[in-house]
């Protein structure tokens, strides 16, 4: 549905034709009855509308419609019509779930501002349904990297395709990008899934203890090696090592790692033996690493080694489109962690974090979804400084969704309409205010 529908109930003709051609020369649209079960049987979960209705009617009164309303969908937003005495019976319906009321006499113009309001909140609630549905029917993969633009189907292809292979991988990612979420998608979609993953951050470890932590040691090895110690890289047989920000392993321990890459074997610290190895090694970095090796910073033939199949993962700038579903996403977990219901998001709380710059990509946003569930984010991230008013940020996120939505249908207008709850003229309004064409969409496929 394109457009926002006012059902109104009132049992007196002259008020409700009023009031009809009042609201529609404001530009909406509405459906008025005398009878209460009409308007009724409009009402669905799916309902973009809200109810406006008298409260004093015969029969029926507007509180025992409200109620009924409720039954259906407790969040749609119903505008009780009271006269003076009925003050208090809209005050006690206030309290029970009713969006406002309007005392009479009021004008037309006060009646249609509160009806702009109250279809704005449904908005936000029905697409607010529409991702939660979405993220629910997100399973596996596309549970795991959300987002609809096309750099992120190209991701969750390529993953797909080289989970069931043992081939290394080197992932590219920026910091916060999510480079542990495709490395482990990588391990649970292919047949390693019941074994080990073992995570090691390069640039965590203190050098003098990595090379023990990957490879073991024996008993007497070095002062205080008081027994025997099973390393990461064996402990993890079968499995795989995810070796993060491997720009910071120190020079000479990529001497030894080229070698069990190499050799699928390791020595024990303080032990001759060889000990054969079956793991898969993904490796991160948010470096290039020819470029540190041709500085020095890192060795190119284990660089070589590892850039057999590369997997870059986008910044959320370049996908901005995905923030709303990323958003919700992250909301989901984190009203799963703290056990707390996900606040109403008001639009321009949407445009701001549509107009950042976001340097932390994915986790930066969900710092942001946490402390929005917890009620401690009144504000989003400040935008990225380029001045924009807060109607020029909505603007940009429009169109970052029109041209995502064309570029998944392959510009197919009927269905980029359909999927966006638009009419065929309102798109290609749209289409023709922000430059798109579908012919560029069909192109980006």
């Known amino acids: 549905m394109d457009q926002g529908c006012v059902l109104l109930v009132d049992d007196e003709e002259d008020l409700r034709a009023s009031l009809t051609q009042g609201l529609e020369l404001s530009g909406q649209t509405v459906m008025a009855t005398g009878n209460p079960e009409d308007a009724l049987e409009r009402v669905t979960r799916d309902f973009y509308g809200v109810l406006v209705t008298d409260i004093r009617m015969p029969g029926e009164d507007g509180f025992q419609v409200m109620r009924k309303a409720f039954e259906i969908d407790p969040a749609l937003p119903v505008v009780l019509i009271t006269g003076h005495g009925d003050v208090p019976l809209a005050v006690e319906a206030m309290r029970a779930g009713a969006y406002d009321f309007m005392e009479k006499p009021f004008s037309v113009s ?89 995570a090691l951050n390069c640039g965590a470890l203190p050098a003098e203890i990595i090379e023990s932590e990957l490879f073991g040691h024996e008993k007497g090895a070095f002062t205080g090696a008081s027994g025997q110690r099973i390393g990461k890289l064996e402990h993890a047989h079968g499995g795989t090592v995810f070796l993060d920000e491997i720009e910071s392993m120190p020079l000479e321990l990529q001497v030894k790692l080229l070698r069990v890459i190499e050799t699928r074997t390791i020595e024990r610290l303080g032990s001759n033996k060889s000990i054969d190895l079956d793991v898969r090694f993904i490796a991160a970095t948010k470096e290039d690493l020819e470029a540190a090796g041709r500085d020095g910073r890192f060795r190119l033939d284990l660089f070589y080694r590892l850039n057999v199949v590369t997997v870059a993962i986008p910044p959320l700038r370049e996908r901005l489109e995905d923030i709303p579903l990323l958003f919700q996403h992250l ?49 989003a991230p400040a935008s990225n400084g380029s001045g924009a008013s807060l109607f020029d940020q909505v603007a940009a996120y429009e169109k970052a969704l029109i041209a995502a939505e064309l570029k998944k249908n392959g510009g197919v207008i009927k269905e980029t309409y359909e999927g966006l709850g638009l009419s065929r003229k309102a798109l290609y309004e749209k289409m023709r205010k922000y430059g798109l064409a579908k012919e560029d969409m069909i192109s980006a496929e």
């Open 110 to 198: 006060s009646l249609a501002s509160v009806v702009d309001r109250a279809l704005d909140k449904r908005r936000l609630v029905l697409e607010n349904r529409k991702l939660r549905e979405e993220l629910a029917d997100r399973t596996g993969i596309e549970g795991r990297l959300v987002g609809r633009a096309p750099a992120m189907d190209q991701l969750r292809r390529t993953v797909l395709a080289l989970a069931p292979t043992d081939a290394d991988v080197l992932i590219l990612g920026e910091t916060g990008a999510g480079k542990e979420v495709v490395a482990r998608a990588l391990h649970d979609e292919g047949p390693r899934r019941s074994r080990p993953f073992v």
């Open 331 to 379: 909301a989901v977990e984190a009203r799963a962690r703290y056990r707390r219901e996900i606040p109403d998001m008001p639009d321009s709380f949407l445009a701001k974090l549509m107009a950042h710059d976001w340097p932390g990509n994915v986790r930066e946003l969900r710092n942001v979804a946490d402390r929005f569930v917890l009620g401690l984010e009144t504000q």
